[in-house]
């Protein structure tokens, strides 16, 4: 039973030998000097499958022999299968004329020959790659159509004369143009139009042989060729073709299913999707060469024997599908570059060197970048430390501890915490920016809002009060002064903290768009400002001068309450001539003009400030309008002035404010306004009479409403 069970499946073997094999045995292979490998064959029975195309014939009459498409008749002059091409021979299509008729119209005279090419139904199809169109002659219209008689592509190929030529071959104007072709291109017939002849004496025609050509070429053979012809009759040209196992739209995906129709054969192939039109090619795998359509046809390439290809230097032994290259025994290195092999001991001992050296040199480099590092550091460090002595930290830090113990928050923060709180220090963020600084709103550590100014470079005389002075403002604690939190003095120029106030500033209220504030309302913060310059002008001695009063510098509360901040800045402003331009840029309109002369800076200055404060509050006019409607105008406290001294200060009142005050306290408010801005800073009232006359207008305005 076992025997008769092997005898079958012999006998089945046997009876199905490989189609391939049977195709191969005994098939001629030569044709002249045109080698023909499997699937092509001469004869029947010989090639692959039904495609058509793949059987050819050798017609030995002929000297050379000539080896031909069945039924197509191109003349075969190569195959590749490694990439699947196949060059044909194709004659040259003409049109050629009589020039002696030139008299003619101009249109094409004598003899044409046309030759078409159909490679539709069979395994080929045009190399869009390798073969182009190409025309001579000039001026023609060149083109061809498919099978179906529409046109492909074409070009036309004019003269220019040769002074005018451009570099570069067969670009349209030489008297030659080519064209590109389409993939999936199965026939050609090709047509050329010849006009304008008579023109074009003395150029490319006159002097060649009077023939155009146009024809499909392999674009690398032309290339050598030149595209000069100086030719009359039929002439052939190389064309490269593409095949592939086309039958019925195979792929290799479909192809592979039926084993008895797939033709990659050889165990060591691949089979590969055709780049041009449907069906797939075969080729070896690497390390392998031969012909993968054949059992057994790949056959593995010994590496060894081509040390031209593959270098080896060591040993070589030859393995399938590729080779090992080794060092001789007892060194090692690699082996396929020359000089690649090193003695073992030899090599440990420079390795040994190399790394030895390069771990010198990283140690050293790392060992200087860290002291540079750290004195970098120190640097930064000194440099802080410096800022915090020149902008007298250590008084500060020494009266700190009596501060603390006396209820009073006042902290010194670091360079770090301001720029964590004012996200270093975002345009976003800013404030507002004046003569002396720019205003930053930041967010501390404990989450509160505060208001940081950062103030332009200062001079060091200055620096040296400075941090005096910042004691004194951290103990003040009135209820209409913005609060000195803290400072920062470990930069150059020292950075103060203050509480945030979120209404803005008084001048904007009163100037901004819109914010009509009642009179009522006016004489409360102005009553609120002057009670806070009051006081800090007697609270210390000596005293706390603002330096700086202006609408801008009162700021408003959240319910408006007036809150007078920036007090003491006038210490951090320059204060030498070449920068006094900046100063009084800051506050024109509000300036004490007797410390223009003196250079002295008073508890009057301030209150002649004030007034023109007072005054803005009172007619709505800014202190300073640089394009007032006369000269007179541009200074708010001149042009009151000059209005009372006219008796006609109470038409430049606000209206509002004229009528709800009543003529009154306006008359008093004037008054007070007129003494408050005298020239001579003696003849002024002080900050606490101002306050009290203000508070007295402002009780005799509520018992009359
Ligand atoms: C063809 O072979 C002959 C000799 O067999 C040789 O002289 C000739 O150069 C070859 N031609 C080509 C194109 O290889
Ligand atoms: C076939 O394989 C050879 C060698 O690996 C390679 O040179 C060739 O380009 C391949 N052919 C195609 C069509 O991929
Ligand atoms: C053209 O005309 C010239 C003189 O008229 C003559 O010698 C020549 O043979 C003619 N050529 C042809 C091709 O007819
Ligand atoms: C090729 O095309 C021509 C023209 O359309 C046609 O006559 C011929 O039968 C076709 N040949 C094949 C094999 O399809
Ligand atoms: C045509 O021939 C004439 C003389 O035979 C020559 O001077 C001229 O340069 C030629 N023109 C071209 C385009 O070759
Ligand atoms: C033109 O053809 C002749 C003979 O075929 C040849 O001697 C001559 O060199 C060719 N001229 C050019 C420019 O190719
Ligand atoms: C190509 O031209 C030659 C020479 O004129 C001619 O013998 C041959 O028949 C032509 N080939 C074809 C396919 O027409
Ligand atoms: C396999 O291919 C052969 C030849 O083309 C064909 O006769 C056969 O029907 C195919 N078999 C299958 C299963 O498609
Ligand atoms: C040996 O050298 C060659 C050429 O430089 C390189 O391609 C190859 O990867 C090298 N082999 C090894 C094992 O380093």
Redesign the pocket.
Known sequence: MAALAVFLVLLLWLAVPPAAAQRTRGCRRQCGNVTVPYPFGIGARCHHGEDRGFRLECDDTRRPPRLTVAGY???VVSISLATAEATVL??ASRACYDRNSSSGSGRVLGRR?E?PMALNGSAFLFSSIKSKFVAIGCPDLAYFVDDGGYYVTGCMSVCRPSARALPGSCRGDDGCCQSNIPLGLDSYRPYIRSFGRRQQQGTFMANSTGCAYAFMVDALWFWYAGSHFNRT????VPVVLDWAIRAAGSSCATARGNATAYACRSKQSVCLDSSNGPGYICNCTSGYEGNPYILGGCKDVDECAHDDLYPCYGVCINTPGGYLCTCPEGSSGNATVLDGCHQKDKFTLALKAVTGVSIGVFLLILVCFSAHLSVQKRRTLRAKQRFFEQNGGLLLQQQLGSLASSGVAFKIFSDEEIRKATGNFDEARVLGRGGNGVVYRGVIADGSTVAIKKSRVVDEKQLKEFSREMLILSQINHRNVVKLLGCCLEVEVPMLVYEYVPNGSLHLYVHGDGKAMPPGERLRVAAESAHALAYMHSSASPPILHGDVKSANILLDGDLTAKVSDFGASRLAPADEAQVATLVQGTCGYLDPEYLLTCQLTCKSDVYSFAVVLLELLTGRKAFCPDGPEEDDTSLAFSFVTAVQRGRHREIMDGHVREELGVEVLDHAAELVIRCLSLTGEERPTMTEVADKIERLRSFHCTNV
């Not at 009759?233 to 052939?236: L, R």
């Open positions: 008749g191109h003349e194709l004659n020959e030759y009759g039929d002439f052939a």
